[in-house]
């Protein structure tokens, strides 16, 4: 699988948009972009996925470039409860194995 | 709402003594994984199953060991507690296929400490 490229931290006041970037500049054509968010050492959460076009659910929005190389996670309107560390993962379709976390960005929202 | 529990939630323990951290789900999930998690630090694949009497070793290397004789159990031992092993344990299951959507549920963690 692919490796991913986040920035280690990011701040957001809390109302407005978060924007989380990745970085996977040698994603192969089969493989997904998955985000999953760790609140607190809780289980890592899933958000969101997508292959080449934007994605939306009630949680946020997915943004992948036209050559595939980097994304986006969207959080429209941040809450103090978005505060975790949010993981990018590319995976491929074809391999069945476990999601393979790297470090993640942690997101602070403050008031 | 995932339906994986794992229990205890807390432990502490002392060095020399054997533990088994559970992990049961409801889902009928075929796959199940364990993730070992240092404070602040990523996750570590360290076993993961495909299904019953299936196991394998993750990407780190684990004195752990486990076992998957029922669909919805896979328990996690080890023989001999040190302090190394003090982590938190998390515990996931999948649906088995391999197709785009691969949400894998997350368990709520065991937070170990040998002492």
């Known amino acids: 699988d692919a490796k991913t490229t986040q920035p280690t931290s990011m701040d957001c006041a809390e109302g407005r948009a978060a924007n989380l970037p990745c970085n996977h500049s040698?994603?192969?054509?089969?493989?997904?972009v998955y985000w999953y968010r760790q609140i607190h050492s809780q289980g890592p959460q899933y958000i969101i996925h997508?292959?080449?076009n934007n994605e939306t659910n009630e949680m946020a929005s997915l943004i992948i470039t036209e050559d595939r190389k980097s994304s986006t996670l969207i959080l429209p309107h941040a809450t103090l409860r978005d505060t975790a560390v949010y993981y990018c993962i590319v995976r491929s379709s074809q391999a069945g194995t476990a999601l393979i976390f790297g470090k993640g960005t942690t997101l602070s929202v403050s008031s | 709402e995932a339906d994986i529990y794992q229990t205890p939630r807390y432990l502490v323990i002392g060095t020399g003594k054997k533990i088994t951290l559970e992990c049961s789900q409801t889902?009928?999930?075929?796959?199940m994984y364990w993730y070992q998690q240092d404070p602040g630090m990523e996750l570590h694949l360290i076993h993961y199953s495909y299904g019953v009497n299936s196991t394998e070793k993750g990407d780190l290397s684990s004195e752990s060991t486990v076992s998957r004789i029922r669909t919805e159990h896979f328990p996690l031992t080890l023989e001999s507690a040190r302090p190394s092993h003090t982590s938190q344990y998390l515990c996931?299951?999948?649906?088995?296929?391999?197709?785009?959507?691969?949400?894998?549920?997350f368990g709520p963690g065991t937070r170990l400490t040998v002492t």
């Open positions: 889902m009928g999930h075929d796959k």
């Open positions: 040698t994603i192969s054509g089969n493989e997904y």
């Open positions: 997508g292959l080449k």
């Open positions: 996931a299951s999948s649906e088995y296929g391999t197709g785009a959507f691969y949400e894998q549920y």
